[in-house]
């Protein structure tokens, strides 16, 4: 047998009622799927594809070892319908983290369960709302999770438990008007998420006040992606659904009586989960941490694409001219190698282009080898049509397909265990989406592999080569910001709305809010009466959750009026720009038009053998300063600047070579940004007696920003395109040589703050991801920037080396 046929790959109703992730099926059981044979083995198959190269691409390869489960007895409180419709699922017995968590939760306590892909989660905020809602024929339950297909996927869950009088719906943009007024009437278990939650049922609390009013839980699932901007915003939407339950402020609660509704939080494994569940709702909150789900041992490989030969550093090519091998090319070919070598493989692409890229060539190379292979590998992204998503959904549970190219729209909503090899093409910006990714290779008893294919940027070739920064430390804290002004102003508009807000609220909404309540009066928003703060319009207030983006962008094809999909509005000057490439489903469509006044771009079909890269101009000037430290010739500043920015061109490269063709102007409007910065400068004597001839000051700080800015994901959950810089010899603010990196969302999302809170830990690993890169003068992996509006010119490697290096020898680490 060559492939494998339909297996246990299956598209599971999300991680939890798989027997694969509770007790049942755990030890002894038959694997569903007949052993990979000798040659499939994660060793036997690392050895393969690393044969193919000339050099040895493989930098560190990491055994992580599998883990049995620990199996624990139902807790006592757990009805035995419940039970008996767990078991009529195969579920005999939850593991003790979810035994933990759901009993936490029944005895009234906020929790948040952090643990590993396929451990289970959901159970734990199963038991204890089921169990209430058996034993309270009254009580409701509402469930949020990020996306519509993550809320789809649960509901079927629960529904196949088919529990008496729970009616469980699912209650979104495409839930239809005529079934809307029944869940609001009859449903006790409503699936939703933070947009309908803002926009919907929140403003609309007086149709919901019956359930809201017997609200015994709440679920946050997938908690650590609300982070930033959007987490931030999402944290005060739970403010104000903690405020119209009525918990919030209730002055007199009887005695004895709990503190409802328990909020019940399920997150990826990350940095201190119990503080960042704290941020986001508001409460206390206890974390349950150890993950007691067994585990397949993975063999994790860190993967270096090699070097090209050198043959042209023409000053023309110069610019971004490859240097080594793409990470899209590399994983194509190692998707290719391991689809025909019929190992069921996920291939996780950063960017929706690079998802289509690998999925198109490695389609390309396998028909070359065999005419029809290629049908069996497929990309998949977020911004599909529904009908689309569920195509490609069955076609994996049927095993018709073998290969999949995606991006991380995988990691929510759709739940693809049991795969014997996934590729990362690129760092996915933080460990804990590294091991969520990760850890879908791996069935039952059986050994997986993972790689990681290094791009050509600085943290990737820092982490490739720092294997210890990978797999020897816990994972990153999530970040957000419920005090940003700009989160908090409109929140608390939103909340007076909705119902006038009192003294006692505004300590609901935190640090800042009197301060932007006094703003909203100000500004004639407000009206302040004796019993409170009034909303004075006859409209809502108009705020979207997910920053400054705005409504997405619709992607039309011109000539038959049909939408292939949607580009959020903060990426759409990047992605969407008259001239852009725009890949859906493999079909390259060219965009003719981005209408911004309509939210819509109109493309039509296309195939030019080259990408488009846009990249942007940036002006910044301080507003104030927050913070600082003196350190001699060197300070190192945190406050809020002004930042304008403005997509100015893009770059056609070639798709195989990445080649660049040309650079072609744009005119898109600026851009203009309240955010916080983080920035040094250093004397230009520090600078001259460190070795830095005066006119390769500009250089030796462009590189220094470029890749500091790299880097920054290493220390804080944002990645590159979170974040921008500025770097100048004078800055007129500073009067001195300076290095700005700030938050790319209005206020800031705490990234730079972050940054700032770390600075040597930060821009040590800067200086040694500079110096360790072995090229000689600078190039992606190093100093060069794909989003660099000056075209990486100047740049100076060595010197900004020393410029790092004189920094670090003053900054009190
Ligand atoms: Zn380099
Ligand atoms: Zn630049």
Not at 215 to 230: I, K, M, N, P, S
């Amino acid at each position: 047998m060559t492939y494998d046929g339909p297996g246990p790959a299956r598209l599971a109703p999300r991680h939890d009622l798989e027997p694969s992730s509770a007790a049942t099926v755990s030890a002894g059981a038959a694997p569903a799927h007949p052993p990979a044979g000798p040659g499939h083995s994660p060793a036997d198959l690392l050895a393969r594809l690393r044969a193919r190269a000339d050099a040895d691409p493989v930098t560190h390869v990491e055994r992580v070892p599998a883990r049995a489960g620990l199996p624990v007895p139902w807790p006592e409180w757990v009805p035995e319908e419940l039970r008996a419709a767990f078991a009529r699922r195969g579920v005999v017995a939850p593991w003790r983290h979810q035994a933990e968590a759901a009993s936490l939760a029944y005895d009234g306590q906020h929790v948040v369960v952090a643990t590993g892909t396929a451990s289970g989660k959901s159970l734990a905020y199963q038991l204890p709302a089921l169990a209430t809602l058996l034993a309270d024929p009254r009580a409701t339950v509402l469930y949020v999770a990020p996306t519509k297909a993550l809320a789809a996927d649960q509901l079927r869950a629960v529904a196949e438990l088919e529990l008496e009088g729970v009616r469980p719906a699912c209650y979104d943009g495409d839930t239809p008007r005529a079934e809307r007024e029944w869940i609001r009437r009859h449903s006790r278990f409503v699936l939703t998420n933070p947009d309908m939650l803002h926009h919907g049922i929140l403003p609309g609390h007086a149709q919901w006040s019956g359930f809201l009013r017997r609200l015994a839980y709440v679920v946050v699932d997938e908690c650590h992606t609300y982070r930033g901007v959007f987490g931030s915003h999402v944290a005060h939407v739970l403010r104000r659904l903690r405020r119209l339950s009525g918990s919030a402020g209730r002055a007199s609660s009887p005695a004895g009586s709990r503190d409802t509704p328990v909020f019940v939080l399920a997150s990826a494994t990350s940095g201190d989960p119990a503080t960042s569940a704290g941020r986001l709702t508001g409460l206390p909150v206890a974390a349950v941490t150890e993950d007691t789900s067994p585990r397949s041992g993975v063999t994790f490989a860190l993967w270096e694409p090699p070097l090209l030969p050198s043959a042209d550093t023409s000053a023309e090519t110069a610019d971004l001219a490859p240097v080594r091998r793409s990470a899209l090319r590399e994983t194509s070919d190692l998707l290719a190698d391991t689809v025909a070598a019929g190992v069921r493989t996920l291939a996780f692409v950063r960017s929706r282009k690079g998802a289509e890229v690998v999925a198109a060539s490695a389609r390309r190379a396998l028909d070359e080898a065999v005419p029809g292979l290629g049908d069996r590998v497929a990309a998949y992204r977020a911004g599909y049509l529904r009908e689309e998503r569920r195509e490609l959904e069955r076609a994996l549970l049927d095993g018709d397909l073998l290969g999949l190219a995606s991006t991380n729209a995988l990691e929510l909503g759709v739940d693809l265990v049991g795969l014997d090899a996934v590729l990362i093409c690129g760092y996915p910006g933080t460990r804990a989406s590294l091991w969520q990714q990760a850890g879908r290779a791996g069935r039952s008893g059986q050994e997986a592999l993972a790689v990681l294919v290094a791009r050509d940027d600085p943290l990737d070739t820092y982490l490739v080569h720092h294997p210890e920064a990978v797999f020897g430390r816990p994972v990153e804290a999530t970040v957000l910001d419920p005090a940003n002004p700009y989160v908090l102003a409109p929140q608390l508009a939103c909340a007076a709305a909705e119902a006038p807000l009192t003294p006692a609220d505004l300590a609901l909404f935190g640090d800042g809010a009197k301060e932007a309540v006094d703003d909203l009066v100000a500004a004639g928003a407000l009206r302040r009466r004796p019993t409170g703060w009034y909303w004075r319009h006859r409209e809502r207030p108009e705020v979207d959750l997910r920053g400054e983006g705005g409504a997405p962008v619709c992607v039309v094809e011109a000539s038959t009026g049909r939408l292939l999909g949607t580009v959020d509005g903060g990426s759409s000057h990047f992605l969407l720009h008259p001239g852009a490439v725009y890949l859906h489903q493999g079909v390259s469509y060219v965009v003719d038009e981005l209408d911004l006044a309509d939210g819509c771009a109109l493309v039509h079909a296309e195939e030019p053998d080259w990408t488009t890269h846009a990249r942007d101009v940036t002006d910044v000037s301080v507003v104030s300063v927050r913070s600082y430290v003196d350190a001699g010739p060197v300070g190192m500043f945190l406050g809020e600047v002004d930042v304008t920015s403005q997509v100015v061109s893009y770059q056609r490269r070639r798709i195989a070579s990445g080649e660049v063709i040309d650079t072609r102007p744009l005119d898109l409007p600026a851009r203009e940004l309240r955010t916080v910065a983080v920035w040094f400068t250093l004397s230009p004597e520090s600078l001259a007696a460190a070795g830095v001839e005066p006119a390769d000051v500009p250089g030796a700080l462009h590189a220094a920003e470029h890749a500091a800015i790299g880097l920054l994901p290493l220390i804080a959950t944002c990645d590159r395109w979170d974040i921008g810089g500025l770097s100048t010899a004078v800055h007129p603010d500073t009067e001195a040589p300076t290095v700005f990196v700030y938050d790319g969302h209005p206020g800031g999302a705490g990234f730079a703050e972050r940054a700032y809170g770390t600075a040597a830990t930060w821009l040590r690993a800067t200086r040694d991801a500079i110096a360790e890169c072995a090229c000689e003068a600078g190039c992606p992996s190093c100093v060069q920037s794909p989003k660099c509006g000056n075209g990486n010119n100047p740049l100076s490697k060595a010197d900004a080396i020393r410029v790092l290096d004189v920094v670090l020898a003053n900054l009190p680490s």
